[in-house]
Structures are given as structure tokens and as C-alpha cells.
């Protein structure tokens, strides 16, 4: 009887070599455009790791307190926060091409996952956090997508002055909403109106010694932060850049010295409401519970979070970078973003991004790479595992007081001065975000910031600018009719398009030109489109130029163009259009000024200055 001999461990796995030899091969290039850490790890050395660790050691003293504020105001559990700025940080440091960008919960993002919680309706504290840990999951699952498909372009449709009144709204309500914790009130309500008229109602009920701690609390985090590093310079001698960050770091004492009078004086026991039992070990790992009906909720809050938190973080990073003459990916910050909020999802954590409180000190503490943001998260988990029973006396007040002097910052209504004096659509855009998220919500804010952006914006578009213009004498220049003294021909007339050409603006600029034409009929004999705004022509605008070209021609005028860009006149040459057309096309306005004088006129005689 034979015996018949095992596979050995190469034929056993033979499928699989087979499997990842099938695979495409990325480029060493390519591998570390996706894992950056190869990039910057290749050289890493002990002095940036001297530099990591200094500023991870700042910035986690900075977070602890900010990381317990920022989930009070999110309406979860203190202990979140901690979870919600561990393994993100760290994700963020594999994936991430920020030097300097510190990730983790922020004040914006935490309000953004309240008002997005809030209509669930859900009673337990358990079920509640595990929506905000679903929340994280799908905003990283959409800040994926994004990166794959390389849509970061998508936060260029959130104009500037909208992402700053949504902001400035949005201080204004965060510190609205904190002001029951300084009073000791139990007031509730997610837009301004229904905040301060729950206030306004529980006013009676305020807690006095939690008024005195919230105050005092708040006067000195405002001294920390407009006059310590003053003192510091002063005083001491120390130098501005170590005053600045000792002044960031400042919450920290606020805590220490709060929570140490809480204990003294047995504040709880005079109603002052204090942090209580935090769970001390390692953040809860694993798929929270997932309702289908929660996610066909949670996901339009989840592309508005993914949205808002990309456009804070990439601000951050660039201007950041832009200081040590480094530079971002974009797209690859969507895929780090996106893998940051998973982990914080499948660590009991909720929605993250780039803080700028918390970068700007790691980059002032002398953070070199992403690793300061591990080493911060190594700190956050020793802190999760070993201070949390410290945390029991913690007043509530003192948090709230911290959010409080954090976002006043961002209030900035000299936006809509700006706003005003520059461009009444751009008011109208910042006034209408502002109004609508402090008085319906959030998500409707924003919203209707984004879509005021791009309904002005059509608007503006459909209604370009155009100018007659003439040569400007002595010149090859050709400068608006009005503005210059310019040379004319009657026989000519040449209009400046400065838009690009589509269907918004199409029917509009048709019925101007033949409305001007039809002033000048009897002496006019050519009519040139100077084209040198022109970026695109769509199918819509092309049939109005297709028009324009027969009307034209039936009164025996002719239609040249002119200045007219390589890619527009490549798509041209796609259609019968430039074969039709009853006139030229010209390199440039001069050439087709000088050529169309000389056919009309043998001399300059009729030519006359405007």
C-alpha cells in the first residue's frame, strides 16, 4: 500500500501566492503617497522625536480638559472625549501629511453631533452614545469615499464668507448652550430662541455656588488668555513663544484648581454638578449597535459633519504648513480624516477633525511629525487608564467654562461689516447662515449657507459683465468704451465676454449682443466676440453662438471671434460651429481689429476716438 504524501506549506498556500501576485503592484512612490508615515518615518531621528515628545507632552495636558469639555457638549459622556482623542490621533499619524495638525473632537463638530442626535429621541445615555459612535463611522466612511473618488475640490463649494458666519453662529449657540451649566440650571432647546427662553424660564432656580465657581472660572480663563503670557513676559522674563503656550495650557489649572475646592468644600453637596464616576481603562472596541433607521437619519448629518470638519482641518493644516514651507494632499486628508473617525467610531469615540486650538499649540510646542500625535495619544490613553478617578470632583461649570472662552474666539462679526462693504450678495449669504442656524439649527444653517452660495453664485454668472471695447491709442491694448479714451470703428463692434459661456447665462448674453447690433444696424458690418475671459462654452451657450451667427448673417453683419483659448477652441472644432460661422477666428483683438479696419476702410477716416 502506498503512502501518499502531504502538501507542503508552499503548495498549501500556492492559491494565495497566486492571489496577491494577481494584485497591482504599487510604486514605492505610490505606497508612501498613500501610507505618508513611510515617508517622513524613512528619516525620522532623536531630534524630532525630542521635539514630538515635548509638544506631545503640552498638548496632552491641553486636551485632557478639552477633550471632557468638548463631549459635555456633545451630550455624551465625559469619558468620550478621552476615547474620541485616542486611536484617531493615531490613524491620523499613519495616514495623514500634516506636520502639525492635531486631531480629535472640536467645538463645531461636538455641536454639529448634538443637533444631529437630538431628533432620535433616545432615552438611555447607552443608545445615545452608540449614535454618536455610528455618527463617527459614517462621516468616516463619507471622508473615505471622498478621498477615493478625490472629491476634496467638494469643500471649494463652501465659500468663505458662509463657512465664517456658520462659525460665528455657531459660537454664539455653544456658548448660549453653556451658560445652564455656569447657572446650575437644567435649561434644554438647540437653536438660540429656544435656549435662552428655557434659561429665561429656569432663571429663578439658579444655583449660587455653581454661578460663583462657573464665574470664577470663566474670569480666569479669560485672564489666561489675554493677560498671562503678558505677566509671564513681564515679570519673569520668559520668552513669548513659552508665554504663549503656558497661556493655552491655562484650562488645566481652571480644572486642578476646581476640582480641588469641589473636594474641599464638598461643593455637591451644595448642588454644584461635577463630572462624577469616569470609567478608568481602554476605550470600548468594537462595531457599536447599528439601527437601519438610524442610519438613513444620521447620514445627511454625516456629509454635513464630513463637509465642515474637512474645511476646518485642511485650513488649519495648510496654514500651518504654509509657516514651515511644507505642503498638504488634500485628498490624501480625506482619506486620514476618514480613517481617524472610523477608529474613533470603533472606539466609543464620535465625529473628529483638526482642532485649531490644540495644532497651533503642537506646532508652538515643536512637534516636527505626526508621531507628537501618537505620543499625545500614548498620554490621553495613560490619563484614561490612571486620572480618571481624579476627574470625580471636576464641576461641570468649569468645563462649560472652557468651552465658553474657546469659542467666543471664533465669533467675528466683522464679517459682515466686510461682507457689506465689499459685496451686498456676499452680506446676504453670511447674514441669511448666520440668522438661520442660530434660529432653526445647524444642519439648516449651513445648508442654506451652501445653497445661497451657489444660487448667488449662478446668479452672478448668469448676468456677466460685458464691455465694448476700443483700441487704446498708441497701444495693442483694448480697454472698455467707457472707462478709456479708445479708438472706434462704426463698422465694428467688439465685445468683451468676461464669463465663461453656459446655459445660465446663454439666453442673456445672445439677446445683448443682438440688442446692440440693433442700435448700430445701419453702419455696422462686423461684430467681434473678444474672448479672452472665455473658459468654457457649454452645448447651451454653442446653439445661442449658432444663433447669433444666422441672425447675424441674414442682416449681412459678420461674426468673428478673437483671443479665443486652446481648450474652448478644441471643443469648438467638435461641432460644425466654426465651418458655419460667416466670420474668423483671431489670435488676438489687435489683429482682428487692424485686419477688419483695413477690409472696411482703404484710410482711418471714419475711425473715431471714444
Known sequence: MRRTRGRGPTERCAPLIKFLNALPRLSPERLRAVLPV?????????AQFTGDMTAAVI?????????????????LPAEVGLYASILPLVFYAIFGTSRSLAVGPVAVVSLMTASALAPLGLESLVD????????ALLSGLVLLAMGILRLGVVANFLSHPVIAGFITASGILIA????????GLSAHGH??????????????NTNLPTLITGLFALSFLFWVRKGLAKFLTSKFGISAGTAGTAARVGPVFAVIGTTVAAWALNLPGAGVAVVGTVPTGLPPLGLPNVDLSMISTLIGPAILISIIGYVESVSVAQTLAAKRKQRIEPNQEL??????????????????????ARSVVNFDAGAETPAAGAFTAVGLLLAALMLTPLLYFLPKATLAATIIVAVLS?????????????????????????????GVGVEVGVATGVLLSLMLFVWKTSRPHVAEVGQVPGSQHFRNIHRHKVITDPAILTLRIDESLYFANARRMEDLILSRVHQSRDQLKHVILMCSAVNEIDLSALESLEAINQRLTDQGIKLHLSEVKGPVADRLKCSPFLDELSGQVFL???????????????????????
Not at 60 to 73: K, R
Not at 176 to 183: E, P
Open 59 to 75: 498638548v496632552t495636558i491641553m486636551l485632557i480638559p478639552q477633550s471632557l469639555a468638548y463631549a459635555l457638549l456633545a451630550g
Open 176 to 183: 448660549a448652550s453653556q451658560m445652564k451649566h455656569i447657572l
Open 410 to 438: 471664533l465669533v467675528d462679526f466683522s464679517i459682515l461689516t466686510r461682507a457689506w462693504s465689499y459685496s451686498k450678495a456676499d452680506f446676504a449669504a453670511v447674514l441669511g447662515t448666520i440668522v438661520l442656524t442660530l
Open 128 to 135: 445615545y452614545t452608540a449614535a454618536a459612535a455610528v455618527l
Open 38 to 46: 513611510l515617508d517622513w518615518g524613512r528619516t525620522y531621528d532623536r
Open 335 to 356: 482619506i486620514a480624516l476618514g480613517a481617524a473617525n472610523l477608529s474613533s467610531g470603533l472606539s466609543g469615540g464620535y465625529p473628529v477633525t483638526g482642532g485649531f
Open 588 to 610: 488676438s483683438q489687435y489683429d482682428a481689429f487692424i485686419t477688419l479696419t483695413q477690409q472696411v476702410h482703404d484710410t482711418g477716416e471714419d475711425q473715431s476716438v471714444a
Open 191 to 204: 437653536t438660540l430662541p429656544e435656549i435662552l427662553s428655557s434659561i429665561w424660564v429656569e432663571l429663578p
